[in-house]
């Protein structure tokens, strides 16, 4: 078992920066691809950003390529998600999530998740 607990949600103006940290606890993540995933009200969970296991190879979205940055510290077992140039339709509950497999763009293949962290982007 992976527990996960996010951190690091907010209230920002619009052009503003958030760091949202995943930590993890149970086992190591080294052999769990991790991402981000965001569900806005209303609206289906969603990928944003995705990082390997071995590789360590990022993937992101569209919409947040150049503004968002993924990283991982296996030995402080955490995931990061560095957020520059927030923008209103960024506002959601942001989630980590971890699958021994590799990354998938859709919620359903990862095993465990976290609580989830609000952002709230004002214009």
């Known amino acids: 078992q992976v527990q996960l607990v996010e951190s690091g949600g907010g209230l920002v103006q619009a052009g503003g920066s958030l760091r949202l940290s995943c930590d993890a606890s149970?086992?190591?993540?080294?052999?769990?691809?991790m991402a981000w995933f965001r569900q806005a009200p209303g609206k289906e969970r969603a990928f944003v950003a995705g990082i390997g296991r071995s590789t360590g190879t990022a993937y992101y979205i569209d919409p947040v390529k150049g503004r968002f940055t993924i990283s991982r510290d296996n030995a402080k077992n955490t995931v990061s998600l560095q957020m520059n140039s927030l923008k209103p339709e960024d506002t959601a509950v942001y989630y980590c999530?971890?699958?021994?497999?590799?990354?998938?763009?859709?919620?359903?293949?990862?095993?465990?998740w976290g609580q989830g962290t609000q952002v709230t982007v004002s214009s």
């Open positions: 149970g086992r190591t993540i080294s052999g769990y691809s």
């Open positions: 999530a971890a699958r021994l497999g590799p990354v998938s763009y859709g919620p359903g293949p990862f095993d465990y």
